[in-house]
């Protein structure tokens, strides 16, 4: 009986190949599965919350805008321009609380430290426009004589009693077309 040793003789340089291999294979997988994932979630973190900060910002402005105009608008580029160029924003943003003496300004600032108006115009993420609805609804009310002929009937239409706003990219809305109950409200509050 021989008692022969088999022995794996690979060259050296097979054995340094085969374990750079497995650790760019290591650093890799690491890459994809822990860092990669996490810089994606902190950048979802970041536009739900400018998302979020911008809708804001718009609701104070419909707002503000009804206040002066007694309806809400669906247009955006007049809203923008009311708050960047109205005396009236103007006067609201610059006023001191005389109870708390502190600023009155509606609008919060930004992720980036201030509010920006042209921020409103586009979500952060995929740089589409808000958007922005109001309501409209039509009565009709007959006018009768005490004999009860039809005089006439009149028609009035209101619009701009509620307004709603949505994030294309999925991260809220503010307001409703159909609750009075959720007129300045945000679905994240």
């Not at 809708?55 to 608008?73: C, P």
């Not at 005389?98 to 430290?113: A, E, I, Q, R, Y």
């Amino acid at each position: 009986m021989s008692n022969t040793i088999h022995t794996n003789e690979d060259p050296w340089y097979v054995h340094v190949a085969l374990y750079t291999v497995i650790a760019i294979l290591t650093v890799i997988l690491i890459k994809v599965a822990i860092i990669d994932p996490k810089e994606i979630m902190e950048r979802e973190a970041y536009y739900k919350k400018e998302a979020r900060l911008r809708m804001t910002n718009l609701k104070q402005a419909e707002i503000l805008w009804q206040k002066k105009n007694g309806s809400f608008t669906d247009n955006l580029d007049a809203l923008i321009n009311f708050v960047k160029t109205d005396k009236f924003v103007d006067s609201v943003v610059n006023s001191i609380d005389p109870v708390t003496n502190k600023s009155s300004n509606p609008f919060v600032k930004l992720s980036h430290g201030e509010f920006t108006p042209d921020s409103l115009y586009r979500t952060p993420k995929s740089q589409q426009r808000f958007i922005v609805k109001i309501d409209s609804s039509e009565t009709v009310d007959s006018v009768v004589t005490p004999a009860g002929k039809l005089l006439r009937l009149e028609k009035k239409i209101v619009k701009g009693t509620k307004y709603y706003i949505e994030d294309p990219d999925g991260y809220g809305t503010v307001g409703s077309l159909d609750n009075d109950a959720l007129k300045n409200t945000a679905s994240w509050e």
